[in-house]
């Protein structure tokens, strides 16, 4: 083992070339063979040159190994077995390292897919991006969300809303914020929330967007819901005692009329008032009553059934259940839909009833217009959506008003109650389904039912 060792190497090397210096020194002065002297000197040449190359070896093992770590080449292994058992440290040294550098690569790998895969799998939208804009990433959600794939630059959505990009590059590390993005299909109420950090030379900006439009939504039917609960409660509460009075009341001074028929004195007159008061106060506690229990209905919509709807055939039988009353208005209707087979998973009357009160809201807008026209249509919008539209020719709805119109008590009519834009909200929340309105003062409003 010890012929094989590297100081026993380099002593031989040493030996040798000084025997050859001092051979070559004897041969000077004591000989004149010039070319043996020439040939021993380019031994010695060569011997210093493999005396630098054995030596140097060991660096070039050291400089290999340390631009694999550089470069994270991990692949090879360092042999230094002719260089004998003194370097059997380093050799041992040198691919421990290399293996725990190779298993810290693959546990590194192994974690960034993980993550990757939890990105990518979570239901909040992530988007991280430089700040001139390039997205390093965005994951599934907010693909999803925003019904965008290749999406290079944060400016790109300016199409879900033109202010979206501004108020993403101007936001700070750990500042939340609520915005309103409206597109063609869909109203987003955003949750934003961002982060900063810099990587390398860089600096990223995460944002998480969660779109809690329908959570608001619920929020908001529960609370008008319990409402409209406590406030029927108490005031059928009070008017149901009220009307059994009256109507007690006004059988017993019916009774009192009927002796004072043949009688004509003051106290038979105002017994006639009193009844007559009485009547009054009775039917006005029954319409009361009557109006208390159409909001009742707010809070008793029942659990729907679904099955598969023909869109085709559901417009037929609305159109036909409500002709009458269209041609008494003078108004013409028509439905289409494409393709004529569409479908939709929903509860047949509870959609139908939805159709219904969105073409009366329309006969309302066209009353005293000339040329009254009410269009239903169906179609297949983008990512699989069911789109059905109820589109009228008629006043439009004011620009302030169409915000208000879903809230429950909330009517420009008169006569009306209301609920019914409530009520079809509801119906659609319940289909996992929205609704939503677009209207141009006197050109007219188209409502759509998206499934």
């Not at 040939?39 to 030596?55: K, T, W």
């Not at 007559?276 to 039917?283: H, L, N, P, S, W």
């Not at 409530?422 to 050109?443: C, D, F, P, W």
């Amino acid at each position: 083992m010890l012929n094989h060792s590297f100081r026993l190497k380099c002593i031989l090397r040493c030996v040798l070339l000084f025997a050859s210096i001092m051979l070559i020194f004897h041969l000077h002065y004591s000989t004149s063979l010039i070319y043996t002297k020439l040939l021993l000197s380019l031994v010695i040449i060569f011997q210093v040159i493999d005396l630098i190359h054995f030596v140097e070896r060991t660096n070039y093992i050291v400089s290999t190994f340390l631009q694999s770590i550089k470069y994270s080449e991990f692949r090879q292994s360092f042999e230094v077995a002719d260089l004998g058992i003194s370097f059997q440290g380093l050799k041992e040294a040198f691919n421990n390292v290399i293996v725990d550098f190779q298993k810290m690569r693959s546990e590194s790998s192994e974690h960034y897919q993980y993550l990757q895969n939890v990105i990518q799998h979570i239901g909040i939208g992530l988007i991280a991006f430089r700040h001139d804009g390039k997205i390093e990433f965005m994951n599934k959600a907010a693909q999803k969300l925003f019904k965008l794939k290749d999406l290079t630059y944060i400016q790109k959505l300016s199409i879900i809303s033109k202010d979206l990009p501004g108020i993403l590059f101007k936001m700070k590390s750990g500042e939340k914020i609520l915005i309103k993005a409206v597109d063609k299909h869909r109203e987003l109420q955003l949750s934003l929330n961002a982060t900063e950090f810099k990587l390398s030379d860089r600096f990223i900006t995460i944002v998480s967007f969660q779109n809690i439009g329908s959570e608001l939504e619920e929020k908001e039917l529960e609370a008008w819901q319990k409402l409209i609960r406590v406030m029927t409660h108490e005031i059928m509460n009070s008017i149901t005692p009220i009307s059994s009075l009256t109507s007690t009341v006004d059988t017993m001074l019916g009774g009192i009329a009927d002796q004072c028929s043949t009688e004509k004195n003051a106290v038979c007159s105002q017994i006639s008032d009193i009844q007559r008061a009485v009547k009054t106060i009775q039917k006005r506690s029954e319409g009361l009553t009557h109006f208390v229990q159409s909001y009742r209905n707010l809070t008793h919509i029942p659990e729907p059934k679904f099955s598969n709807v023909s869109i085709n055939e559901l417009f037929n039988r609305v159109i036909l259940l409500m002709q009458n009353e269209l041609r008494n208005a003078g108004i013409a209707i028509a439905g289409q839909c494409d393709p004529e087979t569409l479908e939709i998973t929903a509860d047949d009357e509870l959609i139908e009833q939805v159709l219904i009160n969105l073409i009366k809201n329309s006969i309302n807008a066209l009353s005293g217009r000339r040329n009254g026209n009410i269009n239903l249509s169906a179609f297949l919008a983008e990512n699989g959506i069911v789109q059905i539209n109820v589109t009228d020719n008629g006043t439009g709805i004011l620009p302030e008003i169409q915000e208000k119109i879903f809230i429950p008590f909330f009517t420009t009519r008169q006569q009306g109650s209301g609920i019914g834009l409530s009520l079809t909200r509801q119906i659609m929340k319940l289909h996992g389904g929205a609704i939503k309105v677009n209207s141009e003062q006197n050109e007219g409003t188209t409502f759509s039912l998206l499934f």
